[in-house]
């Protein structure tokens, strides 16, 4: 029995059958046109544009972490600098937690300055999909730049036919750092019931950068487990239990983004553990009014830090506790989707030493219900409406302060169809993001200037929610017998418009002369959390797929611009403009596929009137090669070589080069 089928449906079935089906975007297939998973698990048809990387094609990067394997999609960038246990997703100028992050349905929300905020191995990975722009209408507080949903491995994936007893070893090295990669998974099927058990450890030394030397420090180790069971009760009812730990260890400085210094970014030593456990329950009987899905799910993450020169304690943890509950509904041409959910996070934190910001120990409450119509006005017209309602409360115990907000959150398309090859749809959507107790609720010294002086936090209770109106227009198109008998040419494109009011933003304030020594310069004495006035973010991407016999060429280009839409300036941490060119071909019968990837970043002169620093264009070269062995069916070789021209270069906005020439060999033998 398949966990969760994806069906190829050609765009007028999807009409006809009251849904629009979505494009997937892998670099090595951009023309499937499938029914997405990652809407609330549900084969639910979409309007939205989704992009799905399936295991082949996150096996063949073998990425280091789930921000690498969507670098390469048109106006998605990976942030963070050169450690993986920092990177985060950027997608069309809004990352960090402004990027809603999914593992198996579940929301992840971890979100503590300068500490990492994913925790899983990729090689547990089954599928990564990204959704771009705000989709608060279905999954509310976070989504106001998209959605990354990865999903992991079951039983069934690697159990075939009327197979009881199955799994896989899977060793990987990387030369850059010496890294050393394992993985392992047994699957077991007893009657009704599918179990499995993997489990991974990682091992590296430092990070070499672009032209030879050492970033320090940035080694890590890591290892983790993960036991899911599957419970095929009758036809009619499915129930999944899943368990997540893993646990993270090495020696960093504080923020291991920016440049180590003396006297404010220390070096500490950091143990992360993380633990996950959920509940699924799907009920869908021989009926058209009930296709129904319950999630439970509890995480938790807890930082345990200790500064190096002096011992200085820093813990942090947080706890979430979320259920999930829809239906999808089909009245005959029209399907609806609607439920609730809600979810509460508790942050604990405990800090030593003088002069430090006070952390917030605060309770965070969200609750919401939506609904989703799609319905087909005729046989070339689909429209989609959908609307959320949200409640927030956060309550910060040790400040005795409190506060609480609702947002509603509409959504709309229509997609007009006029063949089978041709989608054109328009849509609007609006979103929010509730502001974090971080945000509302941090005191005390930031950093300090040696003796002489220190930047503190200065908090704002009322900083008032970010809120997104997006308006977007999507074209997907088909050619076929172009430049040869049986090829195919397929096309995604796409413009928006988001305005982002009461955009969040850290600034400091209150510049000052401190007379140091030899510099008589002005610095900050104070950093806060403010709203400002309203950013504004317009932009386009296209993919362009080639598909003939075994060659397969893919060229996309992504292009965003943002600026504080009163004032006319630029704002920060908007990726560079970026090309990507793909090309591979098959050989051996298949059993063999080898190809290129390269990558163009452009310079990036759109920036905030205070920073000066000169982002430079670079391009960069991969290469790789996969190899199933047409006598060893069983086995699995990939090999990557990712910066072949070992190219020293800066992502736009970040402190650190990132890593130079590295050659990845990936060993997988399943049984």
């Known amino acids: 029995m398949k966990y969760c089928k994806n069906y190829r449906i050609t765009l007028l079935t999807a009409l006809l059958a009251g849904a629009s089906a979505s494009v997937n975007a892998d670099p090595l297939s951009l023309d499937k046109l499938e029914v997405s998973s990652t809407l609330a698990g549900f084969e639910y048809a979409n309007t939205r544009h989704i992009e799905s990387l399936e295991q082949q094609e996150l096996d063949r990067r073998q990425a280091q972490s789930v921000p690498e394997t969507v670098a390469l999609l048109p106006n998605v960038s990976l942030r963070g600098g050169p450690r993986e246990n920092l990177h985060t997703v950027n997608i069309r100028g809004l990352g960090a937690n402004r990027v809603l992050q999914l593992i198996d349905g579940t929301r992840q929300n971890f979100e503590s300055g300068h500490r990492p905020s994913y925790f899983l191995d990729p090689a547990l990975l089954k599928r990564v999909e990204v959704i771009k722009g705000p989709v608060s209408s279905l999954w509310g507080s976070g989504a106001l730049g998209g959605v990354i949903s990865s999903e992991t491995v079951h039983a069934a994936d690697l159990l075939n036919g009327g197979e009881n007893f199955a799994g896989f070893i899977k060793q990987g090295y990387n030369s850059n750092n010496d890294k050393w990669l394992t993985t392992t998974a047994l699957a077991g099927r007893y009657g009704d019931v599918d179990l499995l058990v993997s489990g991974f450890y990682r091992d590296g030394n430092d990070i070499e950068i672009g032209g030879g030397d050492n970033l320090l420090n940035s080694a890590v180790r890591d290892r983790g487990m993960m036991a899911k069971m599957d419970w095929f009760i009758d036809p009619a009812q499915t129930a999944t239990f899943n368990f997540r730990s893993s646990r993270v260890d090495g020696s960093v400085p504080s923020n291991g983004s920016a440049v180590p210094n003396d006297t404010s970014n220390f070096l500490i030593e950091r143990e992360n553990e993380t633990d996950h456990a959920s509940l699924d329950y ?151 993001r509730a502001p974090s107790a971080e945000e509302l609720y941090t005191t005390g010294t930031h950093f300090t200037y040696g003796p002489f002086a220190s930047n503190t936090f200065i908090n704002d209770p009322n900083l008032d929610p970010e809120e997104a109106k997006n308006i977007e227009l999507l074209l997907d198109y088909q050619l076929h017998d172009v430049f040869n008998s049986g090829d195919k040419v397929t096309w995604h494109a796409s413009a928006f418009h988001n305005e982002v009011d009461n955009f969040i933003e850290q600034i400091t304030t209150n510049y000052q002369q401190i007379f140091l020594p030899f510099d008589d310069d002005f610095y900050p004495l104070n950093t806060e959390y403010r709203n400002v006035d309203e950013a504004q973010l317009v932009g386009f991407e296209i993919a362009v797929n080639y598909q003939w016999e075994s060659w397969n060429t893919l060229v996309s280009y992504g292009q965003t611009r943002a600026q504080n839409k009163n004032t006319g300036e630029a704002l920060s941490h908007i990726p560079a403009d970026k090309w990507v060119v793909d090309l591979n071909k098959a050989w051996l019968a298949d059993s063999l596929k080898t190809g290129f990837t390269i990558t163009r970043v452009e310079a990036q002169r759109h920036l905030p009137t205070e920073i000066s620093t000169d982002y430079d264009h670079y391009t960069l070269v991969d290469l790789y090669a996969n190899w199933t062995p047409r006598d060893f069916e069983n086995l699995t070789v990939d090999l990557t070589v990712n910066n072949l021209t070992d190219q020293k270069y800066i992502v736009a906005f970040e402190q650190l080069y990132m890593p130079g020439k590295d050659i990845r060999l990936g060993v997988r033998y399943d049984f």
């Not at 969200?366 to 319905?375: C, H, L």
């Not at 309550?395 to 090859?421: G, H, Q, V, Y």
Request: no cysteine.
């Open 282 to 432: 799907r009920l869908n009987p021989d009926s058209h009014l009930i296709n129904s899905k319950l999630k439970l799910y509890w995480n938790r993450t807890r930082m345990d830090e200790s500064r190096i020169s002096d011992d200085r304690p820093d813990d942090t943890k947080i706890r979430t506790l979320g259920i999930n509950l829809n239906n999808r509904s089909d009245l005959g041409l029209v399907q609806l989707l609607y439920g609730i959910d809600g979810y509460q996070d508790k942050i604990d934190t405990s800090r030593g030493g003088v002069d430090r910001p006070v952390p917030p120990e605060a309770t965070t409450d969200v609750w919401g219900a939506f609904v989703n119509m799609q319905m087909p006005l005729s046989q070339q017209w689909l429209v989609e409406l959908g609307g959320r309602y949200d409640y927030f409360a956060t309550e910060a115990d040790n400040l005795n302060d409190d506060r609480s907000d609702n947002a509603f959150s509409p959504s709309a398309a229509i997609s007009w169809l006029p063949t089978e090859d041709l989608r054109l749809t328009l849509r609007y959507d609006e979103a929010f």
